[in-house]
């Protein structure tokens, strides 16, 4: 790759979870973890369920406890006696569409109404829409009633009336089902060893492995998806995957979740996490805190991209954060940085869902060639069109950003940047897109009535 300008490409690497860091904004290369043929290597082992023996602890803690407190509701009632699979498929079916966007003690009545009137697919792929709309009418989003109907008519014209056997096959094959509901319907309704991801089992996993990365994000949902298929049960997958929802929905809550109450606290790093917070925090009131908190163990970044960055402790002064990063700078390239080459472009500040996080960003002009050393520290060069289609953090867009202000490419404030063109570090303000909750007011306890 020949000589480029400052801005012609970014920098970026596996992050790992630090405190307050330095990171190269606007420089020539990219450091991260790669793969063979350049793809991101895999994430950490601290985000995913790689112990056997943590797994089967886990699965049967889960089990136990869904068996002990699981909500009687209809539609479990029918998957566990009704002897016919494509009657048992279907009721697990019209259960799980109608649970799309509604709750559960609204849904019940419908249900019960529902399947009373069309107790099989044969039945409602006779009745005429007026009527199902007209059963529907209260639970809001009548394509999903109209969608139900299409695929059961399908099922009976094309089909033969068997329901398909797979999650694979029912997604394929039955319109208006995704891939939650046809691992809903597979692993209750015939057995299949598939996962399922919901809103739910969502919130439970991140908070199990202490996952502080945008759960919308496409990277991060296919990471999940792959954790509850390593995750469920082979021997009890629908009671497993049902179990997963029921601990999110009646325990690990979006605000003041039940903890003492989990059966598998004792798994949850998220947990960990708060109450190694709250022991720094007792440190400081005790005056006896650490010189830099060891944040490095929460894994915030792990298989994303970053620009190269070095964690500093706060007390370190801009001169010395520069010489801090140069020594970083120089062993990764292999050549020396000069005192003046470093630029100072902004502070930029960001909140996982656990910790806040603040980057002290530079950029750093290279010419020439600067072949990168895979071997000790697995890195790649990106073009800018190349860093935005990148598995990238929230954070680091905002580092780009700052950098793209501060040249001024842009008309406008970045988001995310803490100070003004010019203005020295510490002063200013931030602004951030929206605002999210710490773990420790996710899971403070309800106040008392």
Not at 125 to 132: D, N, P, Q, T
Not at 238 to 257: I, R, S, Y
Not at 313 to 339: C, F, I, K, N, Y
Request: glycine share 10%; hydrophobic share 40%.
């Amino acid at each position: 790759m020949g000589p480029l300008r400052a801005a012609a490409a970014r920098g970026l690497r596996r992050g790992g979870g630090r405190g307050r860091g330095a990171a190269p904004g606007a420089g020539k290369g990219s450091k991260g973890s790669a793969a063979p043929g350049g793809r991101p290597a895999p994430p950490a082992a601290l985000h995913l369920f790689g112990d056997p023996a943590e797994v089967e602890a886990l699965r049967g803690r889960l089990l136990a406890w869904y068996d002990r407190s699981k909500r009687d509701l209809p539609w479990r009632a029918l998957a566990v006696t009704e002897p016919d699979v494509n009657r048992r498929a279907y009721a697990v079916w019209v259960s799980e569409i109608m649970l799309q966007q509604t709750q559960v003690a609204t849904v019940i009545e419908y249900y019960n109404r529902w399947m009373q009137k069309w107790p099989t697919l044969q039945a409602l792929a006779e009745a005429s829409l007026e009527e199902v709309n007209e059963l529907w009418a209260g639970l809001g989003y009548y394509s999903r009633g109209k969608r139900l109907q299409e695929a059961a008519r399908k099922v009976v014209s094309e089909l033969a009336g068997q329901m398909p056997r797979t999650a694979e096959e029912l997604q394929k094959l039955l319109p208006g089902v995704g891939r939650y509901t046809a691992g809903a319907i597979a692993s209750i309704s015939y057995g299949q060893a598939t996962g399922v991801v919901d809103g739910n089992v969502i919130r439970v996993l991140c908070r199990l492995r202490c996952i502080g990365a945008d759960p919308s994000s496409p990277a991060v949902i296919d990471r999940l998806w792959a954790m509850a298929n390593a995750l469920v049960d082979r021997s009890r997958p629908g009671d497993f995957n049902q179990a997963l929802m029921e601990l999110g929905a009646t325990v690990c809550t979006p605000k003041a979740p039940l903890c003492g109450e989990c059966p598998v606290k004792q798994h949850c790093r998220a947990r960990l996490r708060v109450e190694k917070e709250l022991a720094l925090a007792s440190q400081k009131l005790l005056g006896k805190l650490p010189p830099v908190p060891d944040v490095e163990d929460c894994g915030l970044l792990a298989g994303l991209w970053e620009f190269p960055s070095v964690p500093l402790a706060p007390s370190l002064q801009q001169e010395q954060q520069m010489e801090v990063l140069r020594d970083h700078l120089q062993a990764w390239t292999g050549q020396p940085v000069a005192a003046g080459s470093l630029r100072f472009m902004g502070e930029v500040v960001h909140v996982f869902s656990h910790i806040h996080q603040t980057y002290v960003v530079y950029s750093l002009p290279l010419d020439g060639d600067v072949t990168l050393d895979l071997a000790s520290s697995p890195s790649r060069w990106v073009t800018e069109e190349e860093f935005r289609a990148s598995a990238v953090s929230t954070a680091m867009k905002k580092v780009l950003k700052a950098c793209e202000w501060q040249r001024g490419e842009e008309s406008g404030p970045a988001k995310g940047s803490k100070r003004k063109r010019g203005a020295k570090p510490g002063a200013g303000g931030s602004t951030r897109p929206g605002t999210q909750l710490s773990l420790r007011a996710f899971l403070r306890a309800p106040n008392p009535p």
